[in-house]
């Protein structure tokens, strides 16, 4: 019979255990991502750098995934942003509680739809729709992919600024208003500044959101390894990081796979980056509002 | 109510009326004629001009200037748009675009009317700050309705095109010639196995995770760092898993073998910080107070956690777990490389067989569209899908109304 106290040990351990299963995930996708990425680094080095994609000619440069990646994301936010921002301080300031309660669920709904029917529906509607009104070359374009990438974005940027707008405590604004500010006043030059860290981290979050997202973006944006001349033709097809990945995967042998594991590294690293930064931030927000408490 | 507020009130109406036309011309690519246009916008500058003169009139200030200004610039934008060539080629420019004139006049008609109506607040209320605020506040409205029109029309057109495919064949049936007959059956099984597998793996892992954070952690190294594991787990996109998955479970654990398991693996990697949040949160809810009377009563931590704090936090944990499997339902990327094939792989009968799944199987069929005639299927299985998925969301927040506990 092992005492109480040793067995609430070994409680203690085992729980100690299960919660560092999400540290070792990590650690296992790192290193066997690097060990399948390995040959292609070790064959191409900095060649994967290069602007130039060509299977044929043994030639793999992922810069134009990693342009595509990167407008479409900067794209997604242009549009998400604005929009988001003003949902969120809609719902957390303005709303009354009963119109709030009933806009939250179609937030999350948006939010539930799986992104193979965004790329669906924006394959289908959204790119015959920009190519009858544009006359492109083809259905498929950044613009689209910007869109559609926009709309997924939304959710999480209006609940997450939601929170942080929401944590502002209620002290800093009565003050603002007993100053005989206007409550529009109030939310522009108190509770938007206090929650700034907040929403810059919905923003982030939004933002890797966007470069991650794979399978709307695989349908929507084409995969032509190509950066568009000029850059800021969004109106041309492209290729993601993530879309590279998801349609070559399916035929690919040799060592087109460890390229393919390279960009995978590279995706997994800037979201984890990402990912760090926005909870600085978060961290930020909640640090300074619980010393006031 | 004063001629001022009259004037305001009509050039609000109009304001709004253009706009909603001009997103109306937009939605259906309507041919918006030039004249059209003018006369749209040539009422509302015409509004601005009469308050901008009337507030001239009544009071000293600037600010009637400032009105006919902008109803100046809404004049020439109406008239200057009268040299727009029909079809703006900016592939002069090697911009891979040909721009209809209609296009630019539903969307101008679209931005002025929405920013006309704006602006109309600050006469209403005669330049003072509620003006500011009432046209800020219009503004939200605006941004909360554009961010809720994606939703509908997405609602709307899978409903509109895709009910008419689910019958009783498509439901029951397994796929016959490439998806143009049949129905999607194992599909069906595929996905609900995949994500009850999942469950059986995530969910001790999440909450003991989560009961080692909310219950037993101290501030220190070892914490913060699985915080931030936690987090940049949930940040990681769906292909990385994907190809993880590929690498680790079906090469090295099951000899390059697609199969059940390996998927519910990786999904479960997936749900698992969605679980371990929510399964957290929960537990923080129950207050510190319970905790201590059964501490002092003399039970161990284990039988307080157990007896004390699991029970009345387990529908929390409980939504959100369904709430990341939900999430996994309608998952392809981490699926496609580690359980799923289109066809042939029937129901599923064990864990170390390739399965059939529903976002896999919509992916299929949009890759045949065009040659083979399966679009009312794909349309089909996107409805089938997202009922699912929005099924599994509601019931998680079902659960979480009905048996929630307030302390």
Same mark, same amino acid.
């Given at each position: 019979?092992?005492?109480?106290?040793?067995?609430?040990?070994?409680?203690?351990?085992?729980?100690?255990?299960?919660?560092?299963?999400?540290?070792?995930?990590?650690?296992?996708?790192?290193? %066997?991502? =690097?060990?399948?990425?390995?040959? #292609?680094?070790?064959?191409?080095?900095?060649?994967?750098?290069?602007?130039?994609?060509?299977?044929?000619?043994?030639? =793999?440069?992922?810069?134009?995934?990693?342009?595509?990646?990167?407008?479409?994301?900067?794209?997604?936010? @242009?549009?998400? @942003?604005?929009?988001?921002?003003?949902?969120?301080?809609?719902?957390?300031?303005?709303? *009354?509680?009963?119109?709030?309660?009933?806009?939250?669920? =179609?937030?999350?709904?948006?939010?539930?739809? *799986?992104?193979?029917?965004?790329? %669906?529906?924006?394959?289908?509607?959204?790119?015959? =729709?920009?190519?009858?009104?544009?006359?492109?070359?083809?259905?498929?374009? %950044?613009?689209?992919?910007?869109?559609?990438?926009?709309?997924?974005?939304?959710?999480?940027? @209006?609940?997450?600024?939601?929170?942080?707008?929401?944590?502002? *405590?209620?002290?800093?604004?009565?003050?603002?208003?007993?100053?005989?500010?206007?409550?529009?006043?109030?939310?522009?030059?108190?509770?938007? *500044?206090?929650?700034?860290?907040?929403?810059?981290?919905?923003?982030?979050?939004?933002?890797?959101?966007?470069?991650?997202?794979?399978?709307?973006?695989?349908?929507?944006?084409?995969?032509?390894?190509?950066?568009?001349?000029?850059?800021?033709?969004?109106?041309?097809?492209?290729?993601?990081?993530?879309?590279?990945? #998801?349609?070559?995967?399916?035929?690919?042998?040799?060592?087109?796979?460890?390229?393919?594991?390279? #960009?995978?590294?590279?995706?997994?690293?800037?979201?984890?980056?990402?990912?760090?930064?926005?909870?600085?931030?978060?961290?930020?927000?909640?640090?300074?509002?619980?010393?006031?408490? | 109510?004063?001629?001022?507020?009259?004037?305001?009130?009509?050039?609000?109406?109009?304001?709004?009326?253009?706009?909603?036309?001009?997103?109306? +011309?937009?939605?259906?690519?309507?041919?918006?004629?030039?004249?059209?246009?003018?006369?749209?916008?040539?009422?509302?500058?015409?509004?601005?001009?009469?308050?901008?003169?009337?507030?001239?009139?009544?009071?000293?200030?600037?600010?009637?200037?400032?009105?006919?200004?902008?109803?100046?610039?809404?004049?020439?934008? +109406?008239?200057?748009?009268?040299?727009?060539?029909?079809?703006?080629?900016?592939?002069?420019?090697?911009?891979?675009?040909?721009?209809?004139?209609?296009?630019?006049?539903?969307?101008?008609?679209?931005?002025?009317?929405?920013?006309?109506?704006?602006?109309?607040? /600050?006469?209403?209320?005669?330049?003072?700050?509620?003006?500011?605020?009432?046209?800020?506040?219009?503004?939200?409205?605006?941004?909360?309705?554009?961010?809720?029109?994606?939703?509908?029309?997405?609602?709307?057109?899978?409903?509109?095109?895709?009910?008419?495919?689910?019958?009783?064949?498509?439901?029951?049936? !397994?796929?016959?010639?490439?998806?143009?007959?049949?129905?999607?059956?194992?599909?069906?099984?595929?996905?609900?196995?995949?994500?009850?597998?999942?469950?059986?793996?995530?969910?001790?892992?999440?909450?003991?995770?989560?009961?080692?954070?909310?219950?037993?952690?101290?501030?220190?190294?070892?914490?913060?760092?699985?915080?931030?594991?936690?987090?940049?787990?949930?940040?990681?996109?769906?292909?990385?898993?994907?190809?993880?998955?590929?690498?680790?479970?079906?090469?090295?654990?099951?000899?390059?073998?697609?199969?059940?398991?390996?998927?519910?693996?990786?999904?479960?990697?997936?749900?698992?910080?969605?679980?371990?949040?929510?399964?957290?949160?929960?537990?923080?809810?129950?207050?510190? !107070?319970?905790? !201590?009377?059964?501490?002092?009563?003399?039970?161990?931590?284990?039988?307080?956690?157990?007896?004390?704090?699991?029970?009345?936090?387990?529908?929390?944990?409980?939504?959100?777990?369904?709430?990341?499997?939900? /999430?996994?339902?309608?998952?392809?990327?981490?699926?496609?490389?580690?359980?799923?094939?289109?066809?042939?792989?029937?129901?599923?009968?064990?864990?170390?067989?390739?399965?059939?799944?529903?976002?896999?199987?919509?992916?299929?069929?949009?890759?045949?569209?065009?040659? /083979?005639?399966?679009?009312?299927?794909?349309?089909?299985?996107?409805?089938?899908?997202?009922?699912?998925?929005?099924?599994?969301?509601?019931? +998680?927040?079902?659960?979480?109304?009905?048996?929630?506990?307030?302390?």
């Amino acid at each position: 019979m092992i005492s109480r106290r040793a067995k609430d040990k070994m409680v203690h351990y085992t729980f100690f255990g299960i919660a560092t299963v999400s540290v070792l995930i990590i650690f296992f996708i790192f290193i %066997f991502l =690097f060990v399948e990425a390995y040959p #292609a680094i070790q064959r191409f080095g900095s060649e994967l750098l290069s602007r130039d994609w060509n299977v044929a000619r043994n030639q =793999f440069g992922l810069l134009p995934a990693i342009f595509g990646s990167v407008l479409v994301a900067v794209g997604a936010l @242009v549009v998400a @942003v604005p929009l988001g921002l003003g949902a969120a301080i809609y719902l957390s300031e303005i709303a *009354p509680n009963r119109i709030r309660v009933l806009l939250k669920p =179609f937030i999350e709904l948006l939010a539930g739809i *799986p992104s193979i029917v965004y790329g %669906f529906i924006g394959a289908i509607l959204l790119g015959r =729709f920009l190519y009858d009104t544009f006359g492109m070359r083809g259905t498929n374009s %950044f613009l689209a992919g910007i869109l559609v990438l926009g709309v997924m974005a939304l959710p999480i940027i @209006v609940s997450m600024s939601d929170d942080s707008l929401k944590a502002v *405590p209620k002290d800093l604004k009565d003050a603002s208003l007993a100053l005989g500010a206007t409550k529009w006043q109030t939310i522009r030059k108190v509770t938007i *500044p206090a929650a700034i860290s907040g929403i810059s981290s919905a923003v982030i979050m939004g933002m890797g959101r966007a470069i991650g997202e794979t399978m709307a973006v695989m349908l929507i944006i084409g995969s032509v390894m190509r950066i568009p001349v000029p850059f800021f033709d969004i109106f041309e097809s492209g290729n993601t990081l993530t879309a590279l990945i #998801a349609v070559q995967m399916g035929e690919a042998h040799g060592i087109i796979i460890n390229v393919l594991f390279t #960009a995978g590294i590279m995706l997994f690293t800037i979201v984890a980056v990402m990912s760090i930064i926005s909870d600085i931030l978060q961290k930020r927000t909640t640090d300074k509002f619980e010393g006031k408490r | 109510m004063n001629i001022r507020k009259l004037i305001s009130l009509w050039i609000f109406t109009v304001s709004t009326v253009v706009a909603i036309l001009g997103f109306w +011309a937009l939605a259906t690519r309507m041919d918006v004629e030039y004249w059209m246009f003018f006369v749209a916008l040539t009422l509302i500058s015409a509004s601005y001009y009469l308050s901008g003169i009337y507030h001239h009139m009544t009071e000293k200030d600037m600010n009637g200037v400032f009105m006919l200004f902008y109803a100046s610039i809404v004049l020439m934008v +109406a008239a200057f748009s009268f040299y727009l060539p029909e079809i703006l080629d900016m592939r002069q420019w090697e911009i891979n675009a040909r721009i209809p004139n209609f296009f630019f006049y539903s969307l101008s008609m679209l931005f002025l009317g929405i920013f006309s109506s704006y602006l109309s607040f /600050r006469p209403f209320y005669n330049f003072k700050k509620e003006g500011a605020q009432m046209g800020a506040y219009y503004m939200l409205y605006i941004t909360m309705i554009f961010t809720l029109i994606p939703l509908f029309v997405i609602l709307f057109n899978i409903v509109y095109r895709g009910a008419g495919g689910i019958t009783w064949e498509f439901l029951t049936e !397994d796929i016959i010639s490439m998806g143009e007959r049949g129905g999607v059956y194992p599909a069906i099984l595929g996905t609900l196995a995949l994500i009850l597998v999942t469950a059986v793996i995530v969910l001790p892992l999440g909450v003991g995770t989560a009961i080692y954070l909310a219950e037993y952690a101290r501030k220190g190294l070892a914490v913060r760092v699985i915080r931030t594991a936690v987090n940049i787990l949930q940040g990681t996109p769906s292909i990385v898993h994907g190809l993880f998955g590929y690498a680790f479970f079906v090469l090295i654990l099951f000899d390059g073998q697609k199969c059940l398991l390996a998927g519910a693996l990786t999904l479960a990697i997936l749900t698992l910080p969605i679980v371990i949040r929510s399964a957290e949160e929960a537990l923080n809810a129950v207050p510190g !107070d319970l905790r !201590d009377a059964s501490l002092a009563l003399g039970a161990s931590k284990w039988q307080t956690i157990k007896k004390v704090v699991l029970p009345p936090s387990l529908p929390g944990i409980l939504t959100g777990t369904v709430l990341g499997l939900g /999430r996994a339902a309608g998952e392809t990327a981490p699926i496609m490389f580690t359980a799923v094939y289109f066809s042939g792989a029937g129901t599923p009968s064990s864990l170390l067989r390739p399965i059939q799944a529903l976002p896999y199987h919509l992916l299929s069929l949009y890759r045949l569209i065009g040659y /083979r005639d399966v679009d009312l299927q794909a349309w089909a299985t996107a409805l089938l899908l997202l009922i699912i998925v929005l099924g599994v969301n509601v019931s +998680a927040i079902i659960i979480r109304e009905k048996y929630r506990q307030r302390f």
